[in-house]
C-alpha cells in the first residue's frame, strides 16, 4: 500500500467534473516495460523502453523501482555517478533511499518523500539503502524519472528540492473514488509542490476498484500514463495492467478507469500520470548524461574523466 493515504478521502478537495465539450484523449500506443537491473543490482522496469522519445519529450526516462520485498542484507542502491543536462525526480512509495552529491547536498527520502535533483552543468551523485535497512530488509517501490532540461538551462547550477509527503497536494474524484497526490504542476486548479523548469505535471494516483478518473488535462501537454499496479483501462478502450505504459493523444482530458475485480496482493489501481510541455529540441544522449548533440556529450565525458564535473568526497564519520 503507498505510505500517503487519508482516513476520510471525502474531506480533500475534488477536481471538477469535465466539461460536456472536453475532448477524451485516445490511447495511440500501450507498451509493457521490461525487467531490468540497475546500480548495484536493484530490480527496476524500464517504463519508457520501445517507445519514441517524441512522445516522451520532455521526459527521457523512467524507472519503476521495485516493487520488492528485501530479505536481510539484499537492499542495494548506486555507486557514484555523474549527470549533466536534465532532472531526476525520485519519489519514494515505500522504502528508504538516502542520496549525498559531489557539491555537499544529501539527505533522506522515505515513504512518499519526493528528491527532485537538477543535474544542470553537472554533478557526482550517490544513492543507496541505509545501513539499518540493509541489515533489516524490508519494502522497496518507487520510481526515478528524468526530465529533459532546454539548451538554455543545460549548464545551470546544479539545485536539490526535498518535498516531504506532507507536503504534496492530495486530491479526489467528484465521487471520491481516487486518490490523487499532486506532485508538480498545476491541475484543475491545484498546484503540487515541485518547481520545475520545464513546465510539467505528475501525479500518483490510486483508484479504488470500479473507479474512474477523468483529469482535465492542458491542450499543450503530451501524456503518459504508467500503471504501477493493478488493472483497468486507459482512455475508455485501452485495458491495461501493471507495468504498461499508455501514451495519449490529443484532447482536452486524461481518462483512466479501475477493473470492478483486482487482484488480492493489488487491490487496487495505482497510476502514476505525467504530462510535460514538448521542448522539441534535438537530444544527444548517452549513459548519464542528456545533451542536444554529440559535440556536447564529448564535451560532458571530457569533463567527467578531467574531474571537473566534481569529486567524491570524503567518507561521512
Known amino acids: 500500500m503507498p505510505a500517503v493515504t487519508v482516513d476520510d478521502i471525502l474531506s480533500l478537495p475534488r477536481i471538477p467534473a469535465p466539461d460536456l465539450a472536453a475532448v477524451d484523449r485516445r490511447v495511440k500506443s500501450v507498451t509493457t516495460a521490461p525487467k531490468g ?11 519508457f523502453a520501445g517507445v519514441d522519445l517524441t512522445d516522451l519529450d520532455p521526459f527521457i526516462h523512467l524507472d519503476q523501482m521495485g516493487e520488492v520485498e528485501y530479505a536481510p542484507g539484499e537492499p542495494k542502491g548506486t555507486p557514484w555517478h555523474p549527470h549533466r543536462g536534465f532532472e531526476t525526480v525520485t519519489y519514494m512509495i515505500d522504502g528508504i533511499m538516502e542520496h549525498q552529491d559531489s557539491e555537499g547536498g544529501g539527505g533522506v527520502i522515505t515513504n512518499g518523500d519526493t528528491q527532485w535533483m537538477t543535474a544542470g552543468s553537472g554533478l ?16 522497496f517501490h ?17 539545485r536539490y528540492q526535498d518535498l516531504d509527503a506532507d507536503s504534496v497536494e492530495l486530491l479526489t474524484t ?31 494516483a490510486t483508484l479504488a476498484p470500479g473507479a474512474e478518473l477523468r483529469l482535465p488535462w492542458r491542450k499543450d501537454f503530451n501524456a503518459l ?7 483497468g483501462t486507459f482512455g475508455g478502450t485501452a485495458p491495461v495492467q501493471s ?7 490529443p484532447g482536452d482530458l486524461i481518462s483512466v478507469r479501475a477493473d470492478e475485480v483486482q487482484e488480492s496482493r493489488s487491490p487496487e489501481m495505482d497510476v ?46
Request: net charge negative; proline share 8%; charged share 15%.
Open 174 to 204: 467528484p465521487d471520491g473514488g481516487a486518490l490523487l497526490r499532486l506532485i508538480a504542476g498545476d491541475v484543475a486548479g491545484h498546484r503540487g509542490p515541485g518547481s520545475t523548469h520545464t513546465p510539467m505535471a505528475m501525479i500518483h
Open 272 to 317: 502514476l500520470i505525467l504530462g510535460g510541455l514538448p521542448i522539441r529540441e534535438s537530444v544527444a544522449w548517452a549513459g548519464p548524461f542528456v545533451m542536444n548533440n554529440r559535440a556536447e556529450l564529448a564535451q560532458a565525458y571530457a569533463d567527467f574523466q578531467a574531474g571537473r564535473l566534481g569529486r567524491i568526497p570524503a567518507e561521512r564519520t
Open 37 to 47: 537491473y540497475e546500480g548495484e543490482g536493484f530490480p527496476v522496469h524500464r517504463a
Open 225 to 231: 500514463a504508467y500503471v504501477l499496479s493493478g488493472k
Open 142 to 158: 518507487g520510481f526515478q524519472l528524468w526530465v529533459n532540461l532546454p539548451s538554455e538551462d543545460k549548464f545551470i547550477n546544479p
Open 124 to 139: 557526482l551523485h550517490i544513492e543507496t539503502p541505509p545501513e539499518h535497512l540493509v541489515m533489516s530488509g524490508g519494502l
Open 243 to 249: 507495468a504498461q505504459l499508455g501514451v495519449f493523444g
